[in-house]
Antibody, heavy 123, light 108 residues
Framework: EVQLVESGGVVVQPGGSLRLSCAAS????????MHWVRQAPGKGLEWVSL????????YYADSVKGRFTISRDNSKNSLYLQMNSLRTEDTALYYC????????????????WGQGTLVTVSS | DIQMTQSPSSLSASVGDRVTITCQASQDISNYLNWYQQKPGKAPKLLIY???NLETGVPSRFSGSGSGTDFTFTISSLQPEDIATYYCQQYDNLPPVTFGQGTKLEIK
């Protein structure tokens, strides 16, 4: 059974930093592109970032570019999101999501999601 | 970036009704369009991919159609368990992946 379990969400002050983690199991982690998608309270879904199966390619939404860094450790079946210079508008539930495409052929949509970890940016 | 415009933003219907949601892309995205269902407090779930293909295990009352810029998502006979928010998502012009703003479906 595929499982994605996010952690690391806390309350942090504006300008602060945070690292989110996503532990994956039930599939061959290093075969798949992985994504972070967020959802502000009561709002819609916003794609944040993706990383290729081997970590060689990364992409970011304009809203987080230069502040967030996505990474992965395939030996630990884990995905990360380093979040710096946090703003109040970064407050959201952050989901880790698995791309449906395999290997070097991501399809840029999602067949499995975690339950999310809540990041609150507030003074 | 490609903008996705969903309508309506909310919808109230009775059990057994046919329900239709539309999604319009700001430019041609061929059939690179998916539909997700998100129940309260839960993660989204993929229902339809490539505009009209039903994901494995999804009931056949759900369907999708369209290509280019205009897409439709239909529930042929609304069931109580279909209460959720539905999102379209394009994956033609990347990055970024973009979602519609969502349609909240309620039972009348």
């Amino acid at each position: 059974e595929v499982q994605l379990v996010e952690s690391g969400g806390v309350v942090v002050q504006p300008g602060g930093s945070l690292r989110l983690s996503c532990a994956a199991s039930g599939f061959t982690f290093d075969d798949y592109t992985m994504h972070w998608v967020r959802q502000a309270p009561g709002k819609g879904l916003e794609w944040v970032s993706l990383i290729s199966w081997d970590g060689g390619s990364t992409y970011y939404a304009d809203s987080v570019k230069g502040r967030f860094t996505i990474s992965r450790d395939n030996s630990k079946n884990s995905l990360y999101l380093q979040m710096n210079s946090l703003r109040t508008e970064d407050t959201a539930l952050y989901y880790c999501a698995k791309d449906i495409g395999r290997g070097g052929y991501p399809l840029y949509y999602f067949d499995y999601w975690g339950q999310g970890t809540l990041v609150t940016v507030s003074s | 970036d490609i903008q996705m415009t969903q309508s309506p933003s909310s919808l109230s219907a009775s059990v057994g009704d046919r329900v239709t949601i539309t999604c319009q892309a700001s430019q041609d995205i061929s059939n690179y369009l998916n539909w997700y269902q998100q129940k309260p407090g839960k993660a989204p779930k993929l229902l339809i991919y490539d505009a009209s293909n039903l994901e494995t295990g999804v009931p056949s009352r759900f369907s999708g159609s369209g290509s280019g810029t205009d897409f439709t998502f239909t529930i042929s006979s609304l069931q109580p368990e279909d209460i959720a928010t539905y999102y379209c998502q394009q994956y033609d012009n990347l990055p970024p992946v973009t979602f519609g703003q969502g349609t909240k479906l309620e039972i009348k």
